[in-house]
């Protein structure tokens, strides 16, 4: 595991003492170096005194790598799956190579190809490369967004990092709370590229790259998109089938490619369970999975997956996780994140990742799927708001009347309750506020004092959904916003925070390039029709998945928060909200906080992802600003 830290200086230099501590001071701050891994630092001098850039690796990769004529030197955070194939093409046009890393073929195909050469990467990565000749760096971040990259451009100087905290360390950037990005996260619960929590910091966003000259330009372009469009399509349903199979097979094969035993996530789920079948189908021996189960029966998986291992003959290790094991874990989580983060299943996925680096240093999961293929119940609310609204006007209202008396954590009212509160908004409305998992836009102003509340946070989401939306269905401008916005913001950071902290390397087959760029090829009618979704996936891998999880309902990574706030964490809850601390920060309005709390905890209303969201920004602020 490694991180990666850049610092360029334009115009002047600074002292080489005062470079020396900043770097140090940044590699301080990285957390991705485990208690039981060969942790080195190295720091080198990119040029006349202006330039440093710092990486942490393992001892068999150490970094910065330079070519044959020290002409260009790499540092790089991830990994390059096909680094071993690319090798061999750069070893017959002459490249000499000193190690046997998938860094150094990234900077020997740099060499090559210049940025050409990210359009022959498979993998999850970040890097930076100096070129000493043109005086140039260029960073570049993967395909969908698996690694981050942060940077702070100023105008005399810019930072670019791994992690947020590494550049916060440096004390060249303002800690100040970007307004936009709080409004985001108050709504999305994770702040999405380009913007973070501090004003001027941003994220790199997914298939772009940053070439940064030392006279202070520097410029941000994309290299990859994946395209939707009805011309490219695959109409036959056979052929998109055996199109898939292949791909996923090629990708999984490509990410079990490792010097370290390799296992996998298996929650019970459809995209874990395929991707558990397909490597059983490539190993020689039986792989180890690894799943998390619950004392709580409502959140627990773990039959399921024992469905899924007794068919593929798995090494299979559970783990029962309850509040016991999770709480004391909650600081170091909340502690170890740069900006906030609310989904709440960072918490099993990082009880799960520690579980399994027991017993491997690497990890293969499903993530993805869903997006891919069309899995999340949300994509069915236009068709569930089209049933509700053809029923007479009357007993509409006595739908609706019914609903809203059932409990809150019914789970049956809480979707009812969707249906009904979307049914009366355009489509994509509809899909927006299904995205919005806690604060809705109207409740923003009784949340946020003034200065805080800015509108239209999430306008940017409407640019994403229509990128296609001349050229491809409604549901697939859907899929694609997910992508850009979900996967890239939620479901990617939660796996690799939780992963890095746990010394664990995650890998998603289902993001290997050709699996997105296929996916993006087959109809929409072979992933969702009616109620149905994922069909094409399941009709696939139909001999890798035990029948009875076909048609199982989707659980997914859920904790019991909602119950913890009425009683493990509701001293705690209250003492992180207490009313002088919010007053004091003047950033909420108190009295709806605490209406929210009497709602939650008189079961008036679910507040669970509205508290959850003001705990951990809570926790983040006394991390950063206390």
Known sequence: MCGINGYVQFEKSLNPGEIESLINLMNDKIIHRGPDEDGVFACDSLGLGMRRLSIIDISTGKQPIYNEDKSLVIVLNGEVYNYKSLREELIQKGHIFTTTSDTETVLHCFEEYGVGCLDKLNGMYAFAIYDFKNKKVTVARDRIGEKPLYYYAGSEKLLFASELKSIIATEMVEKKICKEALCQYLQLTYIPAPLTILENVYKLCPGNYMEIDVNGGFEIKTYWNVTYSEKTLITDYDECKKELRKAMFNAVEECMVSDVPVGAFLSGGIDSTTIVGIMSKISSKPIDTFTIGYKEKQYDESDRARLTSDLHKTNHHIFTLDYNDALPELERL????????????????????????????????????????????????????????????????????????????????????????????????????LMCLAFKNVELPKLLCEEFNITGTTDFIRSYYETYANDIDEMSCALYTDLKVVLEGDMLPKVDRASMLSSLETRVPMLHREVVELAARIPIKYKINSKNKKIILKETFLDLIPPALLSASKKGFAVPIAFWFKNELKEELIKCLAEEKIRSQGIFNYDYIAQIMEEHFTDKRDRTSELWSLYVFEKWYENYFA
Not at 344 to 351: C, D, E, G, Q, V
Not at 367 to 394: Q, V
Not at 405 to 423: E, G
Request: hydrophobic share 35%; no cysteine.
């Open 334 to 433: 909340v502690g170890n994140i740069d900006e906030p983060f609310a989904d709440s299943s960072l918490i099993p996925t990082y009880m799960v990742s520690k579980f399994a680096r027991q017993h491997v240093k690497t990890i293969l999961t499903g993530d993805s799927g869903d997006e891919l293929f069309g899995g999340y119940e949300k994509y069915l609310i236009g068709y569930y708001a089209e049933k509700f609204n053809k029923i007479p006007s009357f007993m509409r209202k006595g739908i609706k009347k019914a609903v809203y008396a059932m409990p809150p954590q019914n789970t049956l009212a809480r979707r009812a309750r969707k249906v009904i509160d979307n049914s009366q908004m355009d489509i994509f409305d509809q899909r927006r506020n």
